[in-house]
């Protein structure tokens, strides 16, 4: 459709680097329209929530502030749930911009848990209508990290945050466990999770080695995953960071770090 084109020209130019507002109004003017034709159809509804969810980053990514595009996501995809409440991509894709929304108020000085819990709702309801939704159970699992790493910033116990965390990235290794990202997302819960040991005085190393585990089989499974290789990078690098503040010898693990960093 017309929308259609709309939304991937300005996709396109935000790879390219170029002003994409204009093609993101004319997809989401273009959806508009199409849920006037169709006013009892989800899917028109959830596609320009799509459509409005991007406009947002774009704008959050420009300094703009993205949270009226968000709120416009949010009730399309509402919409959309009203008429199939049965549709776990249309939970999934709400709990993201509820995600995004938590990271707006957070730069703005508001308190982000409550709009991330209601994200986290909405994921565990995508797994409920859908149990084989991987992406929702790591949606959730990047929902409770974003909660712990609040809450660790502001010196407050972050724990069991981070728990849920890794629970919610177990559940979807256990769905896709051919997923490099799932791997790589807990490992960095891991070694997040491990600074706020160190800083509390406690012996990273043992969550640290799990971190690297995770890093390890999201290279074997993806080696073109950059991510995975800068993450067990640092991780080593975190590792001869605590060799050298307890007096060992740190230049192993630096050796394997700048290995991964090359």
């Known amino acids: 459709s017309r929308a259609v084109a709309w939304a991937a020209l300005a996709d396109h130019l935000v790879a390219k680097g170029e002003e994409p507002t204009q093609a993101f109004d004319r997809a989401i003017e273009d959806y508009g329209e199409a849920i006037r034709l169709f006013p009892d159809a989800a899917e028109p509804r959830l596609n320009r929530s799509f459509a409005q969810q991007r406009l947002a980053r774009y704008q959050a990514s420009r300094g703009q502030d993205p949270r009226a595009a968000i709120q416009a996501a949010i009730k399309d995809a509402s919409d959309a749930l009203a008429i199939d409440p049965s549709n776990a991509s249309a939970f999934n894709n709400r709990g993201i911009a509820y995600l995004d929304l938590g990271e707006a108020e957070s ?26 939704h991987a992406d929702a159970c790591g949606n959730r699992g990047l929902a409770w990290l974003d909660i712990a790493e609040w809450e660790a910033s502001r010196g407050m116990d972050a724990r069991e945050s981070f728990a849920k965390a890794l629970s919610a990235y177990d559940d979807a290794i256990r769905i896709d466990p051919a997923n490099a990202g799932f791997y790589n997302s807990r490992g960095a819960t891991r070694r997040s999770l491990c600074a706020v040991l160190t800083r509390a005085g406690g012996d990273p190393r043992k969550d640290l080695d799990a971190a690297i585990a995770d890093f390890d089989e999201a290279i074997r499974r993806n080696p073109a995953h950059l991510g995975a290789w800068l993450n067990r990078g640092n991780a080593h690098s975190d590792l001869g960071d605590h060799e050298a503040a307890r007096g060992g010898d740190p230049r192993p693990q630096y050796d394997l770090a700048v290995a991964d960093f090359d």
């Open 107 to 132: 730069e703005r000085g508001t308190d982000p848990r409550p709009t991330w819990g209601k994200a986290i709702g909405d994921f565990d309801a995508a797994c409920v209508r859908d149990p084989r």
